[in-house]
């Protein structure tokens, strides 16, 4: 065995920075890993409000001490509210939260994963404002008092507390089953680290040492650099003692009918075995790793009256890809025979030749197919059907990132076992929508619903002029790139500017159809953010053939999108004469009149700050600061500011209504809610009537006919004489 890179483990995972943070990204983009917003409350250092973050796409990085990982969140179009000391209103900010923490290998049952728990240790959290944000946030801060350390040292405060008790953890891989038995092809146990190439290359890995049984070995911090083949995001090794000691020797024994003792580690004949086959000896037998082959020798013998053979053999295994399915073949065994004869046998020696090369042959072909028989069950089908090619759309059986979910093979390579291969993720951001349309005059389409209309309506994304190109509008916004249409992702696209609100007709391209043989077809390839707040990409040209015909294609991907609720919350603020009485269940009850209080919020999420709020209670408008509203029971009183609510009604007053709200964001987006009030004037509680004795129904019911002359037979004692007293 010429190499052994997967520092003592049965299997050696890496994943590459790259492919982790692609993978952090498409889930991030699903709706995953990490909340797309928080609203927060603030208190900390004297100073109350609230903030609003909005996030962008999480990016790992592993240039940390092992096995530590840094998590930054970038967030933007973000609002920080102080309500004291100082009344405050600071938008739009943007900055990075930087999170710290070990990633560590938890057990939860029969099931182990990689995470990061924010609860098990002491995770570092750090806020950056951007510069813009630190010259809008300065000297509104020293007007209350707040340097910009302090403030963002609250925001870093506010965030690891909605870590620990919000979010708790983030998982790196999904719960992969481990069990204790037998089978070499079942994980145990997995260890984890991480891999900070300080050379120019970067190529920082998240490594998996995984143990294949409870005796195997391994020590995680000797996987001390990434292995990755260039120009691949993840490798997957085994080692040759694995391979042969673990998958190999057990099944070979069994085929050839012997215990596992018959052969020592990694695969060695330790005595002469009846051969397979049925006739003759195995003497010999030994496979090792050479190359990127399975190198088996052996010798065998057999006798007869008047004759001896023994055979030397040789022979490779290979084990290769064929169509995505992995093959075992074995090569033309190379067989050196001596016989020895007696002199008597020597004479019919000419007609004997078939029958030793024939008795050497069964002996040979049986190895042969008991050794590639046990490479095929070992690796091709239990490993690989059942473990990493067949956990497409299932559990992966090893590590393979946060949303892994298989490997698509595409090529092999021994010493040790290595399958190179690109990772299947289970999780992909889902499609909302998608179509195309053809106009030679104008048309505009919602991208959200695929609505086409001739102009611009509520709801449109993009609008196309023949004259002028195309217009992103309703708040939506695009960036053209350099991607094919096809190979353009979701999170290619979530990292794009996607601020630009319009293509000139310069940019679309005028081109031949695509299936026009001999001319060139070209096309613009460009991502946009639709006014809900989805990511889509689209592909535009003009078609010479059509008199200029805009052709335009679309995919828009389900996306977080913007949300608005009410927060509510009532109190009694005071209470009137109270009333006990008994109802007729029983319960014990009191009613009084009451004051009600009622505190709401507006919770916009993933809107773009500053928002603009417009509330309406019983079908009025309010205006800011304090007011009063009629409703049909009476005066209602209210101070609104911003984008908190408090109303109070008269005592003994009851109140049924509606509370809408309407936010509009910095990009022109308008979110609409609304919530029924109903509060009773008169207050009742009851307690529920519980007997302390129970009732007993007596029932009598008629005596059966033929026991209705029934009386017990009494026996008669004999009187006894009592001499009177006295």
């Known amino acids: 065995m010429a190499l052994d890179r997967t520092a003592g483990f049965d299997m050696l995972v890496q994943i590459s920075e790259n492919e982790l943070n692609n993978q952090l990204a498409t889930a991030f983009l699903a709706g995953g890993i990490f909340p797309p917003s928080i609203s927060v409350p603030v208190n900390a250092g004297g100073v109350s409000g609230s903030a609003d973050l909005n996030f962008d796409t999480p990016v790992a990085d592993l240039d940390r001490p092992r096995p530590r990982m840094g998590l930054t969140v970038p967030f933007s179009n973000s609002q920080l509210q102080i309500t004291a000391p100082l009344a405050l209103t600071v938008a739009p900010i943007g900055g990075a939260i930087t999170v710290v923490d070990s990633i560590a290998m938890v057990t939860e049952g029969s099931n182990q994963f990689a995470t990061i728990d924010f609860n098990a240790g002491a995770p570092t959290v750090n806020v950056a404002f951007d510069p813009a944000s630190v010259s809008l946030l300065e000297p509104l801060l020293d007007v209350a008092g707040l340097s910009l350390t302090q403030a963002q040292n609250m925001m870093a405060g506010v965030v690891l507390d909605q870590l620990q008790s919000s979010i708790g953890r983030i998982d790196l891989t999904p719960a992969i089953p481990v069990v204790d038995d037998t089978d070499a092809t079942t994980v145990f146990d997995i260890d984890v680290t991480t891999v900070n190439d300080t050379t120019a290359l970067d190529r920082d890995c998240l490594a998996f040492g995984v143990r294949m ?54 695969l060695r004949l330790n005595r002469s075995i009846p051969a397979p086959g049925g006739q003759g000896t195995l003497r010999s037998l030994e496979a090792r790793v050479v190359g990127n082959r399975i190198s088996v020798t052996g010798r065998a013998t057999d006798s007869g009256s008047g004759w001896s053979a023994e055979s030397n053999f040789s022979f490779f ?57 046990a490479v095929a069950e070992g690796i091709a089908d239990g490993l690989i059907s059942d473990g990493i090619s067949g956990a497409i759309g299932g559990l992966p059986a090893i590590p393979l990132g946060p949303i892994g979910g298989g490997l698509t093979l595409s090529s092999i390579v021994l010493d040790d076992l290595e399958l190179r291969s690109s990772i299947v993720r289970s999780v992909s951001v889902p499609v909302k929508h998608q179509g195309g349309n053809i106009g030679l005059g104008g048309f505009s389409v919602d991208l959200d619903s695929g609505a086409l209309s001739a102009g611009v309506l509520p709801g449109t994304d993009l609008a196309w002029n023949p004259a002028s190109g195309l217009n992103a509008v309703g708040g939506s916004g695009l960036t053209v790139t350099g991607t094919s249409f096809g190979a353009l992702t979701p999170v290619q696209i979530s990292r794009l500017p996607l601020a630009t609100s319009q293509m000139s007709l310069g940019l679309i391209p005028l081109t031949w159809p695509r299936w026009f043989l001999f001319m060139p077809h070209h096309e ?13 990409k689209l592909r535009a040209w003009r078609q010479i053939d059509q008199q200029g015909a805009l052709h335009l294609d679309w995919i828009t991907f389900d996306t977080p999108t913007p949300s608005l609720d009410i927060a509510a919350r009532w109190s009694v603020t ?10 007729k269940d029983c319960s014990r009850c009191r009613s009084s009149p009451v004051r009600w209080s009622g505190v709401f919020e507006a919770w916009p999420r993933l809107t773009a700050f500053p928002v603009d709020y417009e509330w309406c209670l019983c079908g009025q408008t309010l205006e800011q600061g304090d007011g009063k509203v009629k409703s049909a029971a009476g005066i209602i009183t209210y101070r609104l500011e911003g984008r908190r609510l408090k109303i109070a009604t008269e005592m003994g007053q009851s109140f049924k209504c509606e509370l809408c709200v309407s936010a509009i964001d910095a990009r022109g987006l308008e979110l609409y809610t609304c919530i029924q009030l109903n509060q009773p004037g008169i207050e009742r509680r ?7 004795r129970k009732d007993v129904s007596v029932n009598l019911l008629p005596v059966a006919a033929e026991l209705a002359y029934w009386r017990p037979l009494l026996p008669r004692e004999p009187l006894v004489e009592v001499d009177p007293i006295g």
């Open 213 to 266: 049984s409870s005796d195997g070995g391994g020590n995680i911090n000797n996987v001390t650099s990434s292995l990755i083949p260039a120009g691949s995001q993840s490798l997957v090794t085994m080692s040759n003692f694995w391979l042969l000691a673990r998958v190999m020797r057990p099944r070979i024994a069994s085929s050839m009918g012997r215990p596992v003792t018959d052969f020592d580690t990694p």
């Open 317 to 373: 295994i290979d084990i290769g890809l064929d169509a995505g399915a992995i093959t075992v073949t074995a090569t033309t065994p190379v067989v050196d025979t001596d016989v020895d004869l007696a002199w008597w046998v020597w004479l019919a020696s000419l007609g004997l030749g078939g029958l030793f090369g024939g008795i050497v042959g069964v002996i040979i072909a049986a190895v042969v197919l008991a050794i590639v028989e």
């Open 524 to 536: 613009v390839v460009f991502g946009m953010r639709t006014s809900e707040g989805r990511l889509a």
């Open 574 to 583: 005071e209470r009137g004469e109270v009333t006990h009485y008994v109802a």
């Open 686 to 692: 009851c307690r529920p009537c519980k007997p302390t």
